[in-house]
């Protein structure tokens, strides 16, 4: 195994005796080497692949000033969410979650807690990504004695639906649950009372479902219509006026602040899940 190129004394670039270019890590690894150098595959801790020429460069800036194990971190998460999603993510992830775990750890070490406002959200709509930000808090808590919590979660949790994002070339991410959260606020503040608080939580979790795909058709201009599902819809619309009410307010709101349009069918679908977690509160509420 030769050096390409040392970061530090404890961090290089390698070539296996396959060919294969690696990042290797161990103490003293790369002391007094220089390229073309025999590493001593003894002292030799962890083994990274490389990434795309672009990212490796990053990284080997980044590297040299942190902590190797924040990238062992952000591989072992991005390693666990592929095969728990069963697809392959950005490989510029590697790169953004190194860096976040890094932040995260000297933040919390410096006694500065954050907040994710859309925990709740993100937890609900992407139970899977939110699984894997707990595996990745865990793995922070083991390398570093560091305990950072769901909120932290929540924030690896969205990381790895932005890598998604990138790779299907899907409406996802932060701004798609930024919607869905002052979509699911406004319909509580129009009727006053927290839905959340006075639904089962299957029933609300099903209702943030389709406001997301409410919001993915809108975002994509992709609705289809059907004639016999229009009809449906606007049956809806006057047996339950003040539903519709509420949905022209919202659309209103919403296309002023986010200046995207919701089509009539589209407010009309809207009604009908609004009218259906309405009916399940009441019920509950009872």
Known sequence: MLIKKGLNNNVAFVVDDKGNNLIVTGTGIAFAKHPGDEI???KIDYYFPILPREISEDLAKLLVD????????ANDVVDKAQAMLKQRLNASIILALTDHIHGAVSRQRNGITLKNP??????RIYPQEFEIGLFGTKLIENFFGVILGSDEAATIALHIVNSESEQQNEYRGYKLVEMVHWISTEVSAYFSRDLSAVTDEFYYQRFLTHVRFFIQRVLANSYNQNASASDALRFVQQSDPTAAACVEIVSKKFEELYNIHISTEERAFLT????????????LKE
């Open 40 to 42: 001593d595959e003894s």
């Open 66 to 73: 942190i902590n190797i194990k924040y990238y062992a971190i």
């Open 118 to 123: 859309l925990r709740w959200e993100i937890k």
């Open 272 to 283: 009908l899940h609004i009218h259906n977690i309405l009916a399940h509160a009441t019920q």
